[in-house]
Structure formats: C-alpha cells, structure tokens
C-alpha cells in the first residue's frame, strides 16, 4: 500500500543514453513533482503537474521531458544522458493547498 | 523568489539531551513551514508543519515555533534517541503568481545522537 512509488529505484548507465523514471501515488492527489537532491542533499524542485497539466517548470536543461499521462502518474524521461545527471530523484504528490507533500524512496542514478 | 537559510549543517548530541535547527525565510507572503526528516537511503517523511496562523505546534516530542515578524522558524526535538539521527529539512511555501503553490527546502541538518 506503498503511497508514492518510484522504478526503478537505482539506474546505472552510460553517458549520451535516455533513460526514464516512472512515479504513482495511490493517494488521489491532484499535484505531483518531481525533485532533484545532489550530493550534498540539496533538494531543489524540477516540475510540477496539476491534473496533467504543468505548473511549473524550474530552468531545468530541456534533455528532461516529463509526462502526466493521468493525475496518478508522472514520470520524467531524460535524453543525452551527462555526468551532471547523476543524483537522487524524488516523485511527490500533494493534496491541496498548504497540504504536506508525499514522497517517494528516489531513483539513484548514476552516470558512468 | 522564496529563499530558506537553515543552520545548522551537522549537529551532535547525546542522547537524551534536546536538539534545536533554525530556518530563516525571506517571502513574507510564505504561509505554510512542514518540516521533514530522511533517513537513508530514503524519502523525506513529514514529522510536523505549521501554518502562518500559529505560533508554536507540538508533537509528542517534537515541537516547531514560527515567528512571521522575524521570517525564522524552529524544530525542538526533546529526549533525543539514537532513533532520531537523520537528516532534517525544513521548507517554506508560498503562492507562486500562476497561484499554485511551491515548496523551496532549507539545506539540511545531519543530525547525530550519539548513545
């Protein structure tokens, strides 16, 4: 009964390759995200969806392409894989407004 | 934009004794401050939030207080157990002007209880 969940959660591969996360919450909320934590554990936002819809969009490069295919999915697709990818992803999903936001274990990835 | 300042960066204790981490934010407009703690190799878990219209929230052992005039808020663990060492982010959040809402983190506190 896992609220948010990530595959997979660790994804090892070579420079240059594309590569997608895949993120669910069972907790019918309307919003999810997707965050970015380097290795000194900065969490910084990437996207956010409202009912399939973006409302926002942080100055990330446009090698990261998301998709809400329904309001219970978003997953994020990632083309030309660079060294600089390489970091924990974090899917979360929140309810309403000043609501807690939900997250997922991450997706480690790792850019050989 | 929100930015949110959190001190300190590691902090260790013994066990038994309190541990308190302080933000600072710099939205007046931000409304709602949850605080979340992760644990490795996993997500970040929310363990309290507050909203701009309290000053002070507890839990069991844990309580966070807001002050809006000064933009600071605090987490105060009490009775700290080995249980306790995490990483802990605080968070502020306010309407953006397409209305939605965004959190923006603090940058973390490695707190360690030491038996």
């Known amino acids: 009964d896992t609220a948010v969940s990530q595959t997979p959660k660790y994804l090892v591969t070579q420079m240059g390759n594309d590569k997608s996360i895949k993120c669910e919450q069972n907790l019918g909320h309307d919003t999810m995200y997707w965050y970015k934590q380097d290795s000194k554990k900065f969490l910084k936002i990437m996207f956010s969806?409202?009912?399939?819809?973006?409302?926002i969009n942080e100055t990330v490069p446009n090698r990261f392409s998301p998709k809400s295919p329904d309001k219970a999915h978003l997953n994020l697709h990632i083309n030309s894989l660079e060294l600089g990818d390489s970091a924990v992803y974090f899917c979360?999903?929140?309810?309403?407004?000043?609501?807690?936001?939900?997250f997922g274990d991450g997706t480690r990835l790792s850019i050989l | 934009g929100e930015n949110v300042e959190q001190h300190p960066s590691t902090l260790s204790v013994q066990e038994g004794d309190s541990a308190v981490i302080k933000c600072t934010y710099s939205d007046s407009a931000s409304n709602y401050f949850p605080w979340y703690k992760q644990e490795l190799g996993k997500g970040p878990q929310l363990i309290i939030d507050?909203?701009?219209?309290?000053g002070e929230k507890k839990d069991q052992r844990i309580a966070v207080t807001l002050n809006k005039t000064a933009k600071h808020f605090s987490l105060h663990i009490t009775e700290t157990q080995p249980e306790d060492s995490a990483v802990y982010f605080c968070?502020?959040?306010?309407?953006?002007?397409?209305?939605?809402?965004?959190?923006?983190f603090g940058t973390g506190t490695r707190l360690l209880v030491s038996p």
């Open positions: 507050i909203r701009s219209n309290v």
């Open positions: 968070a502020a959040s306010g309407r953006m002007d397409t209305g939605f809402q965004k959190l923006v």
């Open positions: 979360a999903s929140r309810g309403g407004i000043n609501q807690p936001q939900h």
């Open positions: 969806y409202n009912n399939k819809e973006l409302i």
